[in-house]
């Protein structure tokens, strides 16, 4: 048992070897066989390629690396395999002088003399030898030289073309062959070849070929270009094939335009555009600036002057500016063109040197807002806009109309869109002009953003007056250095000697501050918005704890001098926490026009100057200054002069102050006082006087300062018979948040003042009060009588609020009907804001108000900060005045609605009744 476990054991060792010796000595066919991992010893590359040849009478036989880039052969070797494959040369084995294996011819061989050939061969086709099987000596080679055949054997390839081969003249008759062997190395381009050449007569033979080689790929990009398109190729670095593999379409020309030639009321200008990509130019003619003149004026003797009422206007309505709607303009003539918005109209009116009526003539509101005038060069323009409610990107919310110095009206440039929800909101407008462009420069609550609220910023762009074309603008949200700025409430614009653009921004949130801006793009081209706006701010603003949006600073002025831009305000002291009705003293900020780049607000380049040192809690308070440019090292600033009254507030009591100062904003002389009044009428240079006019329900008032004397003289103002003097309560100034809300709920006889000739603006509002400003104002004509238990003097009015269904759900009238029909202290107690808000909702039910949609009261609702702390019975009511814009929360998003309601916040509500009753 044990001698045959070791016999198979010695069995399976024998059979084990026999394999491995099989393995190892299997015949190995000859194929190209790519060794990229070896360098070729001349060249370097790694492009050698291997082939496995067998020996032959004169080659060794082996594994043979041959270099496609170089030729460079060599043989491998150094390992069992490829020492296996190397064999010697066979050696020629002559047959009557011809190798068997090759059919080379034998040098020594000697033909016997006797035989010579009596026939001649039949020609066969020439056999091309297979390269991996070399002829053994007992077979005829399967391919031989073209030659002279000998007698002793008959030939085996023959010329096809000739069936009786002649020798040629360089093939020597009688010889065998002398074979030398060659490899041509296979390219990207060609196939390679193994070929034998006889070094006696030429004749060449292929004995193989090999495929062609792979290209050697380099991969480049270029970029598309205005002029070509971009492109992907790849190019062999051996034979300089080059393929595109992908192209991309041309790019779009990126022109930017300068004005290589101004344009003047004589001869065109002309533009270049430059492509910023490749360089192309082209040329736009400039047409003549405008130069339309005015015609001499005749006096009309039936033109009659209007009435209106700008005295204070040019106040802040509460923390922010309004657009100003009454200006002045100096004709060639030396008289002066009226320009005023009054009552849904434009007001037209031209005086002369003395300021007497010479003709009267309106102009239609073509938008319902109005934003403001300038009186250009060789043009005059109006510009009006519209809310934009539903935020509608194609929705026409600004509109420039160009009128002839005759008032004909010749174009207009319109605003769609541009972000903007209600123009001119919370802000003013005012425009300058630089080489026949146009530059408006004004405000607007944008389309509301994902708090759902429509936030409030500047907004500016540019008309090319020739054409009226809008060719650039910046109203979207943006930077400071874009431009932009957030909560702006007040702005100017201005073009400084250099010809760079200015802009004047009161900012209260997003830098909050004075800020002054110099674009980088000069002016007078058709761009002037890019990321290169320099900004200072001139003037910090500290917080209140009252009002967030309260800065206590009032802007009223910009005025460039040779060297710097000059700002007036007046301001409260900005140490602390501001509060309403502190002292405001004058202050100019001027700033150095050398703005260096950066993308951050820059401080320390801005002098403030204070013109005034009135005391905080004195008798005398300043009002918004206004300034005039007399020379680039003179200006006026003049300002209101408040009085404090008996209240503790401050109000004009028709006193001006006012002073000149030189170019870096020092005074000239001593402040002056005088008997004077401002409005929003912005004064003007006329020849050597400064003027302005003021009306107060009445016919202008004309005002004028002497440059040279400083003396301020006045005429005109004759009272309107319309009503004069409504609405001119003593403690509601001009410069009070709410003085036109009360102004107009006073004319409209919604309320009526004490007997002391004052209003009470901030004292609370009682439910019966407000009953009776319902009543009068809505229901004059059917007052019903009051209740016979009842004497007071509001029980008429309460109860006619009761009966058109004005206190349904309301306290009062829970009260009234749990004490038996009398009326008790609800009635007398201040009104709270969810009380006021139910009466407004029962109003509007009963006018048949159209209600806002389900969507207007979900926004509504998600506005509310607190809405959820509203109570169940007020709900409704509430949502429903939001979504009908009556009214407004806190400025932190709450209602509040437990506070108590003022009569000034009661004017405000009546005057939104009454707009929805229109």
Not at 343 to 357: P, S
Not at 682 to 698: A, H, R
Not at 764 to 791: H, K, R
Not at 808 to 837: C, S, V
Request: hydrophobic fraction near 30%; include cysteine.
């Amino acid at each position: 048992m044990m001698k045959c476990k070791w016999f198979q054991s010695i069995l399976c060792l024998l059979l084990s070897a026999a394999l491995c010796c099989g393995l190892t000595c299997l015949p190995v066919l000859a194929a190209d066989i790519q060794d990229s991992n070896i360098p070729c010893p001349k060249c370097g590359q790694y492009a050698m390629v291997g082939e496995i040849r067998e020996p032959t009478c004169t080659r060794s036989g082996g594994y043979y690396l041959t270099c496609q880039n170089c030729g460079m052969q060599m043989i491998r070797a150094g390992t069992p395999y490829y020492n296996a494959l190397n064999k010697p040369a066979l050696g020629h084995n002559y047959v009557n002088g011809v190798c068997t294996r090759c059919g080379a011819s034998d040098p020594n061989y000697q033909t016997p003399p006797s035989v010579t050939p009596s026939v001649t061969p039949t020609p066969t086709p020439t056999v091309t030898p297979t390269p991996s099987v070399s002829p053994t000596p007992s077979t005829t080679p399967t391919s031989r030289p073209v030659s002279t055949p000998t007698p002793s054997s008959t030939p085996t390839s023959k010329p096809s073309t000739s069936p009786t081969p002649q020798p040629s003249p360089s093939v020597q008759p009688n010889h065998t062959h002398k074979w030398q062997y060659d490899t041509i190395a296979a390219t990207c381009t060609q196939e390679g070849q193994s070929i034998r050449t006889c070094t006696i007569c030429g004749t060449t033979e292929v004995l193989r070929t090999t495929s062609k080689a792979n290209h050697r790929w380099t991969y480049q990009s270029t970029e598309p270009t205005c002029t070509e398109e971009g492109k992907s190729t790849r190019t062999c670095s051996v034979c300089g094939t080059v393929e595109v593999l992908a192209t991309t379409p041309k790019l779009e020309h990126k022109y930017t335009s300068t004005i290589t030639q101004q344009a003047t009321t004589q001869q065109p200008g002309v533009r270049t555009y430059t492509c910023t990509l490749c360089g192309d130019t082209y040329t736009e003619a400039i047409p003549k600036l405008g130069s339309t003149t005015e015609s001499p004026i005749q006096k009309d003797p039936n033109a009659k002057a209007t009435a209106s009422r700008n005295l204070g206007a040019n106040a802040y309505s509460f923390y922010s500016a309004v657009p100003m709607k009454s200006y002045l303009y100096a004709r060639s003539d030396g008289g002066v063109t009226r320009v005023e918005a009054v009552d849904g109209r434009v007001v037209i009116e031209a005086y002369d040197q003395n300021f007497q009526l010479l003709t009267s003539s309106t102009v239609s509101m073509e938008l319902p807002l109005f934003g403001g005038f300038y009186a250009g060069s060789g043009y005059n323009f109006l510009v009006f806009g519209q809310e934009n409610t539903s935020d509608s990107s194609s929705k026409e919310v600004l509109r420039v109309v160009k009128y002839s110095k005759d008032w004909e009206r010749l174009g207009q440039a319109s605003v769609t869109g541009a972000n903007t929800h209600i123009p001119f909101e919370a802000g003013s407008l005012r425009c300058t002009e630089y080489n026949g462009m146009l530059y408006v420069h004004t405000c607007h609550t944008m389309f509301a953003s994902s708090d759902g609220l429509n936030h409030q910023a500047n907004l500016i762009f540019s008309v090319r007056e020739s054409d009226m074309d809008i060719t650039d603008s910046q109203y979207a949200v943006s930077s400071l250095y874009g431009g932009y700025v957030s909560h702006s409430f007040n702005q100017f614009v201005a073009v400084d000697q250099a010809g760079r653009l200015v802009t004047v921004n009161h900012g209260d949130a997003i830098p909050r501050g004075l800020i002054v801006q110099q674009y980088d793009l000069p002016a007078g081209g058709d761009t002037f918005v890019n990321l290169k706006v320099r900004s200072v701010q001139a003037m910090d603003f500290v917080k209140s704890s009252r009002n967030y949006n309260y800065t206590g600073a009032w802007v009223g002025g910009l005025e460039i001098s040779s060297d710097r831009y000059l700002v007036a305000l007046s301001s409260v002291k900005q140490l602390e926490d501001v509060e309403l009705y502190k002292t405001h003293n004058v202050m100019l900020a001027v700033t150095t026009q050398d703005i260096p780049q950066s993308y951050q607000a820059q401080t320390g380049l801005t002098d403030l100057i204070q013109l005034t040192d009135y005391t905080e809690g004195g008798s005398s308070s300043a009002g918004v200054p206004q300034m005039v440019k007399l020379s680039n090292n003179r200006f006026l600033i003049l300002w209101d002069l408040y009085k404090r009254n008996s209240y503790g507030s401050y109000a004009s009591n028709n006193t001006i102050g006012y002073a000149f100062v030189d170019g870096h904003g020092q005074i000239q002389g001593q402040i002056r006082t005088a008997s004077a009044a401002l409005s929003d009428c912005q004064p003007i240079l006329l020849g050597e006087q400064v003027v302005w006019y003021t009306t107060n329900d009445s016919l202008p008032t004309f005002y004028t300062i002497d440059v040279s004397s400083g003396t301020l003289s006045s005429s005109g103002g004759a009272q309107s018979s319309n009503n004069p003097g409504v609405g001119a309560f003593s403690d509601v100034p001009s410069s009070h948040w709410a003085y036109s809300y009360i102004t107009q709920a006073s004319q409209k006889g919604f309320v009526v003042g004490r007997p002391d000739g004052t209003f009470l603006p901030e004292a609370n509002v009682t439910a019966a009060e407000f009953c009776t400003m319902l009543s009068q104002g809505f229901y004059a004509g059917s007052l019903s009588a009051a209740p016979a238990a009842t004497q007071t003097w509001w029980a008429a009015y309460v109860q006619t609020a009761k009966d058109q269904g004005l206190l349904q759900g309301t306290r009062t009238l829970q009260q009234y009907n749990a004490n038996g029909g009398r009326y008790g202290a609800e009635a007398e107690a201040p009104l709270t804001r969810y009380e006021m808000a139910l009466m407004m909702y029962n109003f509007i039910q009963a006018k048949g108000i159209t209600l806002p949609t389900q969507s207007a009261i979900t926004a509504a609702q998600n506005s509310i900060q607190d809405w959820k702390s509203i109570p169940a019975q007020y709900q409704t009511a509430v949502a429903t005045c939001y979504a009908l814009e009556l009214l407004h929360g806190r400025d932190t998003g709450a209602f509040d609605g437990t506070a108590d309601m003022t009569r000034a916040q009661a004017c405000v509500v009546l005057l939104g009744l009454d707009s929805q009753t229109e």
